[in-house]
């Protein structure tokens, strides 16, 4: 089936949100439907701009990134027409729709300083005009569009392919509030994908293991970054976005992709799943156990892990001492009252 769309360009304050978005169906208040010649009413905008607001929606990170650099029209809305002449409503982009509803607002009541070039990004909107006189046939190919990008999805972005565009930007000279705004990332994210680029790229660099760097460790980085006593011991600098000692981390290539024994044999990784690298801060507790791993190239991180024994607790021998020599000393000066 083909679908007939047609560009052009509408003025901001002709294009309406979505009252029946499906998006909606699963927020708590069940909706009615609300007929197309009621879309353009100022009560029914109200309610359809408050919905899409919901935190859950993440219309904040849009609006964070619009404000910085204005309203991109790569990916663009799709509309159809309103009953009434020159006005449509969207019935794919309803997000991007309501953050710039949402940041026009704001900057109308002084919440908001836009930029003359923001403000001017924002007056008018290359649409995607959805052309099908049917009306029934319309709302099918409405929601067939709805499908393909919101259930099998436009393929996103890998996560190392995320961090390369964050990395690029902090090359750049960008700060990180300022990424964080064009990405639309919370900087927690933009922290993660961050070290886990330099991480993978200081093993690229390396000369034993660089050719088996594979984009799929990122997560196993992602992992290792996660844990101070693992990152800590790596001697991880967010200064310099490197592990600092070259001996253990040479040693974790080599249980991440494989190493030869000393007769020259080739063997496996220790480490496989991402998830594997959770057991390392228990077995570092045991001094031994960890040893034998580090040492003995054929002895999995499963059986290691299982022989390790978590350190004791220790004794608070001070508190012990004070409490006998203070009640030793009490004891004394009772038994001399006394005599």
């Not at 026009?104 to 006189?133: A, F, T, W, Y």
């Not at 099998?152 to 705004?181: F, L, T």
């Not at 003995?296 to 607790?313: F, I, N, R, T």
Request: aromatic share 6%.
């Amino acid at each position: 089936m083909e679908t007939p769309l047609r560009e052009i360009k509408v003025a901001i304050e002709n294009l309406y949100l979505d009252p029946n978005n499906p998006r909606f169906t699963d927020l708590q208040d069940k909706l009615q439907p609300v007929p197309q010649d009621r879309v353009v009413e100022a009560g029914v905008q109200e309610g359809a701009l408050t919905r899409i607001l919901n935190e859950r929606f993440e219309v904040k990170q849009l609006k964070d990134s619009i404000r910085t650099i204005g309203f991109l029209t790569i990916d663009r809305l799709v509309v159809t027409p309103l009953p009434q002449d020159g006005k449509f409503v969207v019935i794919e982009g309803n997000r991007r729709l309501g953050a710039v509803k949402s940041l026009l607002e704001d900057h109308r009541n002084g919440q908001e300083d836009l930029g003359p070039e923001i403000l001017l990004s924002l007056q008018s909107i290359s649409v995607l005009l959805l052309e099908e006189c049917d009306s029934a046939k319309r709302e099918h190919m409405a929601r067939v569009l709805q499908g393909v990008r919101h259930v099998s999805g436009i393929r996103p972005w890998g996560p190392y392919q995320q961090a390369q565009i964050v990395a690029m930007m902090i090359d750049d000279g960008r700060g990180m509030v300022e990424i964080c705004e064009i990405l639309g990332l919370p900087k927690r994210r933009i922290n993660i994908l961050r070290r886990c680029y330099y991480a993978l790229e200081q093993m690229r660099e390396d000369d034993d293991y660089g050719d088996q760097v594979k984009p799929s460790l990122f997560s196993t980085f992602d992992e290792i970054l996660k844990l101070p006593k693992v990152r800590d011991w790596l001697e991880w600098t967010d200064e310099q976005n490197t592990f600092l000692n070259e001996e253990r981390r040479k040693l974790l290539y080599s249980w991440l992709v494989g190493s030869e024994d000393d007769n020259g044999q080739r063997q496996p990784a220790k480490i496989v799943d991402p998830k594997e690298i959770r057991k390392l801060p228990q077995l570092m507790a045991d001094e031994i156990q960890f040893k034998r791993f580090s040492e003995s190239p054929a002895l999995g991180l499963d059986e290691a892990s299982a022989g390790a024994v978590a350190p004791k607790p220790g004794i608070q021998w001070q508190s012990h001492l004070r409490s006998f020599c203070c009640g030793k000393f009490w004891d004394e000066r009772r038994t001399t009252a006394l005599v």
